[in-house]
């Protein structure tokens, strides 16, 4: 498309319509490329955007071609190098200079920087999922299964993926989480977040493209988007060539690449919208509630505790205290306090008093006085509360633990839910009605892959927009593989 005009209409994949504005119209250039998207409207993707995408597939698909020459021992030399890079404290300071500057940057542009700002602790996550990849069996070449026939076999063996892409925001920890799909022998190309850019061209250029270099494998294997713009992840996940689609970050835009992806042909595992449901039963037991909710509050991340439902009416006051006094405790961690959704008819759970008084919440933008505890519609149980260091939960009671069942998947993203009781045939009951692919009964951040499974994680997928065909809430690097099927004469 060279021209566009005001006014022409264009059609999104399931049929709705949307008519070109005349400042869009205005912008548009020959080579640029418009996207109809049923949520976010029209997208549009400058040249320049399109080329930087298609140039790092390109070189990743090329990496990928030649990665079947490559043998298995030198995947694993790699994650040795990119491990002892970060090991390095000459280059982890540069990196730590390099990103202390993008933290003040997006500090300066109100943005949120929990997850951006490296540390001790993220360094030492990279270095042990690196290793963690290393240790893991690939499935590449493997022979899965086997059917014997009379004078022929039929053999299942795994094989690699392909050109794998990620756009993720602003977190440089998900780097090194996203070269687990060199491990079976995949290629991976990522778009990150303008804020984390910086760190991870530093990232990229001391840890990563010497690690390629040292092990033997083709310089594309790891190829990065080098784009601030949102159209560059758009572009990326345009490109009919990726053999799937990877994508970590906010509810809406994690929606909006996954259409686009969708669209292009490309299969997809979305990480966006999280927020941990927990519904309490009144065969709770005080002391497992109070340390299920302290030890999910410790941050926020997808798994945090966002919605808290008490069952029953009898003594639900008393576990709704015991909810308050762990949720003050996990703030008082950080030295803040804490901030209360109540859905509307369920006030009584929350002294009167917190509906009036004022306190100061830590937000991306800056500090901001509002009142302790706010009702809110029954809907917006779903909202996930994205806090910085003020932990943040939504309340609400139902008279059965049905209801609340019926709450969660109707109005969560369908993440986790956990149930605390005492009772043995509730938990039979809410795993079997709960639409969910992560279910406990207690704290709710075990909702990790090296936590749960003892594997380094690509990213958990929730229930938002149906059950994931073949594969766990967990993606990880053992996971991105197809199947190929051989036949084989009988020897004699």
């Not at 202390?100 to 602790?121: F, H, M, N, P, Y």
């Not at 303008?194 to 294997?221: K, N, V």
């Not at 595992?269 to 519904?279: I, K």
């Amino acid at each position: 498309m060279n021209t566009l005009s005001a006014g022409t209409i264009m059609l999104a994949a399931d049929g709705r319509s949307f008519a070109v504005p005349e400042t869009l119209a205005a912008t548009f250039q020959a080579g640029d490329r418009l996207i109809a998207d049923p949520v976010a409207g029209l997208l549009h993707i400058p040249a320049r955007e399109l080329d930087r995408a298609k140039q790092a597939v390109d070189v990743a698909s090329a990496a990928f071609a030649a990665m079947h020459r490559v043998a298995d021992e030198a995947i694993v030399a790699f994650y040795g190098h990119a491990a002892a890079a970060l090991a390095d404290d000459a280059v982890w300071t540069e990196i730590a200079t390099v990103n202390a500057e993008d933290v003040a940057k997006a500090a300066g542009r109100g943005r949120s920087t929990t997850r951006l700002a490296v540390s001790a602790a993220m360094r030492e996550k990279m270095i042990d999922g690196l290793r963690g990849w290393a240790q893991m069996p690939s499935r590449r070449g493997a022979l899965l299964e086997t059917v014997h026939h009379d004078g022929f076999d039929i053999e299942l063996v795994g094989a690699a993926l392909g050109v794998v892409a990620f756009v993720f925001e602003g977190r440089p920890n998900v780097l090194a989480d996203a070269c687990g799909v060199l491990r079976g022998g995949n290629a991976v190309v990522f778009r990150i977040g303008s804020d984390a850019l910086a760190t991870a061209r530093a990232i990229m250029r001391l840890a990563i493209e010497p690690a390629l270099l040292a092990a033997g494998l083709p310089a594309g294997a790891v190829a990065l988007v080098d784009s601030t713009a949102h159209a560059a992840g758009w572009a990326l996940f345009a490109d009919a060539r990726l053999a799937l689609a990877v994508a970590r970050g906010s509810g809406a835009a994690v929606a909006t690449l996954g259409a686009i992806a969708r669209t292009a042909g490309t299969p997809v595992s979305l990480h966006g919208t999280g927020g941990a449901w927990m519904v309490v039963s009144e065969h709770a037991d005080d002391a497992d509630l109070h340390e299920a909710v302290l030890r999910s509050l410790d941050r926020k991340v997808c798994n945090t505790l966002n919605t808290c439902c008490l069952v029953g009416s009898r003594s639900a006051r008393h576990r709704a205290e015991i909810v308050l006094n762990a949720l003050r405790e996990a703030a008082a961690v950080h030295q803040q306090p804490f901030k209360l959704h109540v859905a509307k008819g369920s006030e009584r759970l929350v002294p009167p008093w917190m509906f009036t008084n004022t306190i100061r919440v830590a937000r991306a933008t800056g500090p901001a006085a509002e009142p302790q505890a706010e009702p809110i519609d029954e809907h917006d149980l779903g909202v996930e509360w994205e806090w910085e260091r003020t932990p943040e939960i939504s309340l609400a009671a139902t008279e059965t633990l049905d209801q609340a069942v019926a709450l969660f998947n109707a109005l969560s993203p369908r993440l986790v839910g956990s149930l605390i009781s005492s009772a043995g045939a509730e938990h039979e009951r809410f795993f079997a009605a709960l639409d969910a692919p992560f279910v406990g009964d207690g704290h709710t951040r075990w909702v990790d892959g090296q936590y749960a499974l003892n594997k380094p994680e690509l990213g958990l997928s929730n229930w938002q927009h149906g059950r994931l065909f073949g594969r766990a809430g967990v993606l990880t690097g053992d996971s991105v593989y197809t199947i190929r099927t051989r036949h084989r004469r009988a020897v004699a």
